[in-house]
């Protein structure tokens, strides 16, 4: 499918006479450089021209993409054309600054050309190309892929002034910020009382680490190449009193959040309620699963004793989860797991949801909620694209739910999150079915439900684990295995970034303090273990930008909350060695 763009045909000559090709060995001559693929290899045979072409294979959750991020001019009319052979091959750019665009191919038993067209937005002068196949459908081919328009050039003079400096939401401890693009302009710096606090790429900040019931003064400027703009009109904002703040829940500056297998042993032993260590300062009780799919009922069942010999019994469990509160403790009931599926089709599913969640909450005693949907629990119909206003009922009705929770029980009531990557940082390269449709409809399903409570939202954990390799902001892959990856990750929770690459459609920075990062315990608890070396690497970049591997981070964030670990259970099978780790590191 080729895009038509208006005011093609006024094009003038000159323009087109300097229109260049923009791609760097699009006929993989030479190999792979620069593309970025996350399964692929050259070959000699299939070729459309020359000696090579590109092969790749999708399997699993990857679908085999190779991806290189190119210069261009902003407001430039630019396009790209590839010739592919497969089933179900893609050829796209993101980043645009306008429309994201692609187009595909549903069988091309031979060399086949596709082409688009985009233009790029005021501030755009960096586009990702890719090429990708579909899961489980073979591999495919890719050769000449060229992107054709005006070159890139040398930015000769800082950008102008931003414009549009607002404040966001306030809470005691931050300010978030938000301003107009600025063409030309590769990046910003955010200035408090004077001082530059932070660099970021896109239009919003949050400034964190302030102090409650202080005034503070905050301006922004742009920057390229040649320099840094002057500084913009100067806003204000006063962070109201701590006890002013819906997010309230008594947490310590840096936190540890663990899961506790309190329904099953899963290999790793039954740990009683009595026995983890004061380290842990949130434990989430696993899970609470519903009666079917759709019914939204949820239970609660305690491990029996036919599977944890030494489980305790319900009045000694309600006993340990007082002890742990009056140590100042967040005990929670976690919904959902790998097992539980849980979708709020209708309303009435709804109101269930919210009914058996709260009888088990005051049933236990317990301090809130742990949202951990996997699989196919959260997914977006045909045509919801707009994260801040999604459609899609079991999306509408689970933040209707959560929303209804926190109104019952309060500021001090403690609601977590617990997505998979593919459900949020995956959301910076795809949203749910796409524009044209065809992608898996659960790509950044988690989005909406984060923005829509991100007031009242205590911790977002993302899973670190069990993940395909996931595009970060440098619009490079990052797999997992070392620091660089959780640092991406997080980086992006902090950052924000455009959904699918749409520039007029970010996801805002969460604060640093809603942030823990998710990572498994051992290599026991799941893909994605780190030796705490790594653990200890990721918090130095993000907390001090120091120790920090190849990928750029946007920021520093000496607040950020904590880590998260599946499990208790799988901590305390290999030595406690996770727990040991967080307590050398904020002591």
Known sequence: MALAVPGSAALSSAARAADADAAVNGGFESGLSPWTCTAGSTVTSPVRSGAAALKATPEGSDNAQCAQTVTVRPNSQYTLAGWVRGSYVYLGASGTGTTDVSTWTQSAPDWQKLATTFTTGAG??????????????????????????????????????????????????????????????????VYRDGVKVQTVSGTSATVSGLNPSTAYAFQVTATNDAGESARSAT?????????????????????LVGYLHAGF?????????????????????????PTSVTSGDIRFNRCPVSECPNVESDADF????????????????????QNGQVQLTTTAARDAFVASVSKIIDQYGLDGLDIDFEGHSLSLNTGDTDFRNPTTPVIVNLISALKTLKARYGARFVLTMAPETFFVQNGYQFYGSGKWGGQDPRCGAYLPVIHALRDGLTLLHVQDYNSGPIMGLDNQYHSMGGADFHIAMTDMLLTGFPVAGDANNVFPPLRPDQVAIGMPASVNAGNGYVAPAEVTKTLDCLTKKTNCGSYPTHGTWPALRGLMTWSVNWDRFAGWEFQRTFDSYFG
């Open 124 to 189: 755009t002068t960096k586009v990702t190309i890719y090429t990708h196949g579909w899961y489980g459908t073979g591999a495919y081919y890719a050769d000449d892929v060229s992107l054709t328009g005006p070159g890139g050039g040398t930015t000769t003079q800082p950008p102008t002034v931003p414009t549009g400096l607002k404040t966001g939401t306030v809470t005691a401890t931050s300010v978030a910020l938000s301003w107009a693009p600025v063409t030309g302009a590769s990046g910003y710096a």
């Open 318 to 337: 309600k006993a340990a989860i007082k002890a742990k509160q009056a140590a100042g403790k967040k005990v929670l009931i976690s919904i959902g797991g």
């Open 235 to 255: 806003v204000t904002a006063t962070t109201p009193a701590r006890s002013d703040d819906g997010g309230s829940t008594e947490l310590p500056a840096h936190a």
């Open 265 to 289: 042993a899963n290999g790793s032993g039954y740990t009683r309620m009595a026995d983890v260590p004061d380290s842990w300062d949130v434990i989430d009780l696993a899970f609470g699963e």
